[in-house]
């Protein structure tokens, strides 16, 4: 299994504002990935963490709203720019560890950053 | 639209009551998972479907994937106020998501006392 933490774990942040969201995994893992979930509804992912080269955002998300670093295997941040109201949500992290060949790899997920927006 | 389906919605039980919340998928499913999320907290990982046919049960929870590998069902027995969230199944493969997690759309349920 993988423990995953993040901080902070809630914040309060005022528009135009940004705010740095930690991830940090017990265990080297190859695929990291960030995701949203707004009130109300189901997760969305935002993006592929990278380890050693750029994000890979999904559609709707780009790289100057939400840039990602990912130095090395246990560690990644996402930041939110330039804040609104609509950024509003919880932000979680989430790894996948590779069982092997013919089973199917197991995702796991931090416990997610509450950010509200003024 | 969503790939996966989640019904009900939301569901608000008496304590003790039984109920299903049910994940159906137009595309065939290559594991089928169940989280459940507190409110204002993370993900908790409940368990794993991978065979046709397969059921599992931790605790009072019981869920199962059908032959065709295209719906699945997750049954809490005597409900208790603890089992109070947003349940969320999840399948790989969907939308073209390799190994990625695509989610249903979540049913809130709420365990009155």
């Known amino acids: 299994s993988a423990v995953i933490s993040q901080k902070p774990s809630r914040d309060i942040c005022q528009r135009g504002t940004s705010l740095t969201i930690q991830c940090q995994v017990d265990?080297?893992?190859?695929?990291m990935f960030w995701y949203r979930q707004q009130p109300g509804q189901s997760l969305t992912l935002i993006a592929t963490?990278?380890?050693?080269?750029?994000?890979?955002?999904e559609s709707g998300f780009v790289i100057d709203k939400f840039p990602i670093s990912r130095p090395n295997l246990t560690f990644s941040t996402l930041t939110v720019s330039n804040m609104s109201p609509e950024d509003s949500s919880i932000y979680l992290c989430s790894v996948v560890l590779v069982r092997g060949e013919g089973l199917t790899d197991t995702q796991y997920f931090g416990p997610g950053t509450r950010l509200t927006v003024l | 639209s969503q790939e996966l389906e989640q019904s009900p919605q939301s569901l608000i039980v008496q304590e003790g009551k039984n109920l299903t919340i049910n994940c159906t998928s137009s595309?065939?499913?290559?594991?089928l998972y169940w989280y459940k999320q507190k409110y204002g907290e993370g993900l908790i990982f409940l368990m794993m479907?991978?065979?046709?046919?397969e059921e599992k049960s931790h605790e009072k929870i019981t869920a199962k994937l059908d032959e065709k590998k295209q719906q699945s069902s997750l049954h809490i027995t005597a409900s208790q106020p603890s089992h109070a969230g947003i349940y969320l199944c999840?399948?790989?493969?969907?939308?073209?998501?390799?190994?990625?997690?695509?989610f249903g759309g979540g049913t809130r349920l709420m365990v009155k006392p």
């Open positions: 479907l991978q065979k046709g046919g």
């Open positions: 999840g399948a790989y493969g969907i939308n073209n998501a390799g190994n990625m997690l695509t």
């Open positions: 963490a990278n380890q050693g080269s750029e994000a890979t955002y």
């Open positions: 265990s080297q893992v190859t695929m």
């Open positions: 595309k065939t499913l290559y594991g």
